[in-house]
């Protein structure tokens, strides 16, 4: 079973800035997906970057990116040139592994970082 | 190409009573599952369900149940609501359970009076 552990419940910076949210997780897998969602006030979970563990390069979506320390079990997001819509609440999640295969549908989710972007 | 769609928006119910929440995946999508999310407890899984088979089910006790449709939409249904119950119920679709794009709706506001 995964664990997922976000370590800072609330973040702020400043327009155009950059900021890095942190996230630790624990699975017996020795292959595994990791994502970062984003929940807006509109309450919808957006699907922001995902990590495949095998994967050494890290990925990035345009001004997001991972920072993916495997042997550490770190995944933090840098988010860079922060804008206002980037104001949120951030989690870190990983789908459930086992001898059936990954099953997207099952997510373990962190406990999520309010991220606000000041003017 | 419409979204995942929940319904209600927003609910209230007394302490006691059951409550039917629907979710109606985008077109094509044929797997779907729900989760709690409370300010405590955070994002928890509760169900998943592909081709009207429920896949897996989260750590919630039996007053939870959830059945899925033919036509992919999907239901969960708690009984006997209680006061901690209130939370906010997600639902989101994929085209497969092996298919990492799985798309959220908005949720259901429900408040346990």
């Known amino acids: 079973a995964q664990t997922v552990t976000q370590s800072q419940p609330e973040m702020s910076v400043q327009e155009a800035e950059t900021v890095t949210l942190s996230c630790t997780y624990d699975?017996?897998?020795?292959?595994?997906?990791l994502f970062w969602y984003k929940q807006p006030p509109s309450r919808q979970m957006i699907l922001v970057i995902r990590?495949?563990?095998?994967?050494?390069q890290n990925a990035t979506e345009n001004r997001f990116s991972v920072n993916f320390q495997k042997a550490a079990k770190s995944f933090s997001l840098k988010i860079s040139d922060s804008q206002l819509g980037d104001t949120a609440m951030y989690f870190c999640a990983s789908p459930d592994s086992n001898a059936g295969g990954t099953s997207y549908g099952k997510l373990t989710f962190g406990q999520g970082t309010i991220l606000t972007v000041h003017p | 190409k419409a979204g995942v769609t929940q319904t209600p928006r927003y609910l209230i119910k007394t302490r006691g009573q059951q409550v039917t929440l629907s979710c109606s995946p985008i077109?094509?999508?044929?797997?779907v599952s729900w989760y709690q999310q409370t300010p405590g407890q955070g994002l928890q899984f509760l169900f998943e369900y592909f081709s009207e088979t429920q896949r897996n089910k989260g750590n919630f006790p039996g007053r939870f149940s959830g059945r899925q449709f033919s036509n992919s939409r999907s239901e969960m249904n708690v009984s006997t609501l209680e006061l901690g119950d209130s939370a906010l119920y997600l639902c989101a679709s994929s085209l497969a359970p092996g298919s990492y794009g799985y798309t959220f709706g908005s949720g259901t506001r429900l408040t346990v009076v």
């Open positions: 699975t017996s897998e020795s292959n595994y997906y």
């Open positions: 990590q495949e563990a095998y994967k050494q």
């Open positions: 077109s094509g999508h044929r797997s």
